[in-house]
T-cell receptor, first 113, second 117 residues
Framework: AQSVTQPDIHITVSEGASLELRCNYS??????LFWYVQSPGQGLQLLLK??????LVQGIKGFEAEFKRSQSSFNLRKPSVHWSDAAEYFC???????????FGAGTRLTVKP | GAVVSQHPSWVICKSGTSVKIECRSL??????MFWYRQFPKQSLMLMAT?????????EQGVEKDKFLINHASLTLSTLTVTSAHPEDSSFYIC?????????????FGPGTRLTVT
């Protein structure tokens, strides 16, 4: 079965600084990869997804992610963080006939003024 | 498109009672629906997968007699927490997947917060 690791539980960055959130997956074939953001008490919002093709994926709110098969990684990046980006970020991998999804533990992002 | 709703958004019930949570796909037919559970400050854990007209498949460790899932139509799945206890208090999120618009993607509902007193 597939699995996802988000090594960083909590990251703090200054507003305007760049951001990279790490995600590593384990799956035998090419997985479907997703990044979601969740504000406190809210549901999930899809930031971006990778199914196939171009390994650099653009998402909403200025986020992008790069699929690196050799490193089994799908790291999320943003060149300049805004205070409103403070939230919990989840990486997820989907696989199998039902596209069963497995979520990473999440990374909490704090943005300093 | 691809909107999933949940009802109620939050519910408080007394210990020992049952509570039903609905998950609806509003503008597409959901051949598969998923139920997740999220404890505070934790990740989403898949509880079960249900295909329309079939019995749900539960993940290891999830009590099927306690968390009853029904997927009777292509737009509705329900999760019933039977004989709820305080440890069942959690955030329950459903998602739905159909053959269209994209069979590889799940669309998530806004979640239901259950508090058992």
């Amino acid at each position: 079965a597939q699995s996802v690791t988000q090594p960083d539980i909590h990251i703090t960055v200054s507003e305007g600084a760049s951001l990279e959130l790490r995600c590593n997956y384990s799956y035998g074939a090419t997985p479907y990869l997703f990044w979601y953001v969740q504000s406190p008490g809210q549901g999930l919002q899809l930031l971006l997804k990778y199914f196939s093709g171009d390994t650099l994926v653009q998402g909403i709110k200025g986020f992008e992610a790069e699929f690196k098969r050799s490193q089994s990684s799908f790291n999320l990046r943003k060149p300049s963080v805004h205070w409103s980006d403070a939230a919990e970020y989840f990486c997820a991998v989907g696989a199998g006939n039902n596209n069963d999804m497995r979520f990473g533990a999440g990374t909490r992002l704090t943005v300093k003024p | 498109g691809a909107v999933v709703s949940q009802h109620p958004s939050w519910v408080i019930c007394k210990s020992g009672t049952s509570v039903k949570i609905e998950c609806r796909s509003l503008d597409f037919q959901a051949t598969t629906m998923f139920w997740y559970r999220q404890f505070p400050k934790q990740s989403l854990m898949l509880m079960a997968t249900s295909n329309e007209g079939s019995k749900a498949t539960y993940e290891q460790g999830v009590e099927k007699d306690k968390f009853l899932i029904n997927h009777a139509s292509l737009t509705l799945s329900t999760l019933t927490v039977t004989s709820a206890h305080p440890e069942d208090s959690s955030f329950y999120i459903c998602s739905a997947r159909g053959d269209y618009p994209a069979g590889r993607e799940q669309y998530f509902g806004p979640g239901t917060r259950l508090t058992v007193t």
